[in-house]
């Protein structure tokens, strides 16, 4: 079992999938995101991103846990950590910055990005369908495909 367990994680190294296989979102997914941006203002919304495999391989950003105890405000959103659910493997967060055109990371933000997977969606005030932005655990900006849900 832990062989093969083994095994797969080397064989998904070697495809060079190990970092970069979350590629898209299901575009309820993003539509809920931002509605949850949308009435969570003026406070910030956060949430964990989980993913499913596609059968191409890579991974697609499938739903979005609003963890209880997040602490929320209108300048700052941050999880406790210790609420995080056991078994739940997660791809990145997610959360919302009540400011018009605030799409960029705040030094917090990278923080937060570095520990928490490699996907960060931004969303942003007034959270239409391209208010929200991609970054990696790095805070570069990242594309995202948008596809609908079989
Ligand atoms: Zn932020």
Not at 79 to 89: E, I, N, S, Y
Request: glycine residues 8%.
């Amino acid at each position: 079992m832990l062989r093969s367990l083994l095994k797969r994680s080397a064989a998904r190294k070697r495809n060079g999938k190990a970092e970069g296989g979350v590629c898209c979102i299901f575009k309820d997914t993003l539509e809920f995101i931002l509605a949850v941006s949308e009435s969570s203002h003026p406070r910030e919304f956060v949430g964990l991103l989980t993913a499913e495999r596609t059968a191409e391989g890579g991974e697609v950003i499938s739903d979005v846990i609003i963890l209880p105890g997040t602490r929320s405000s209108s300048f700052s959103a941050s999880f406790r950590r210790d609420m995080l659910p056991l078994g739940v493997r997660f791809v990145g967060t997610a959360h919302s910055h009540p400011k018009p055109q605030a799409m960029r990371p705040s030094p917090q933000d990278l923080q937060m990005f570095a520990q928490t997977g490699q996907r960060h969606i931004i969303t942003f005030f007034p959270y239409g369908e391209d208010c929200w932005r991609c970054y990696d655990a790095l805070g570069r900006e990242k594309q995202l495909k948008v596809v609908e849900r079989k």
